[in-house]
């Protein structure tokens, strides 16, 4: 069983900043992949950023150049920091880990307003 836990969401005014975390925990290997989704009001889940065990990242284009991904692998953690903020980032940001499966965090809601 594994079981993620997300921290870090709010209300922050446009051009803010916020970091989200994401502690992992159970049966995992250090040896996966972690991430973060996000979903808007009315829209689908989307990628915004995953990173690999060893260090290897991909974000969606719409976030390059704002979002950081990282991670402390000894501590099963993985970050998303979040520059620059338009209201349009507005949604609940889920983490993600794959490792002989797919799993998910409960979420957090991250607000920006204009």
């Known amino acids: 069983q594994v079981h993620l836990v997300e921290s870090g969401g709010g209300l922050v005014q446009a051009g803010g900043s916020l970091r989200l975390s994401c502690a992992a925990s159970?049966?995992?290997?250090?040896?996966?992949?972690m991430g973060w989704y996000r979903q808007a009001p009315g829209k689908q889940r989307e990628l915004v950023a995953t990173?690999?065990?060893?260090?290897?990242?991909n974000y969606a284009d719409s976030m390059k150049g704002r979002f950081t991904i990282s991670r402390d692998n000894a501590k099963n953690t993985v970050y998303l920091q979040m520059n620059s903020l338009k209201p349009e980032d507005t949604a609940v940001y889920y983490c993600?880990?794959?490792?002989?499966?797919?799993?998910w965090g409960q979420g957090t809601q991250v607000t920006v307003s204009s």
């Open positions: 993600n880990l794959v490792y002989r499966g797919v799993y």
């Open positions: 159970g049966s995992i290997s250090s040896i996966n992949v």
């Open positions: 990173i690999s065990s060893g260090g290897n990242t």
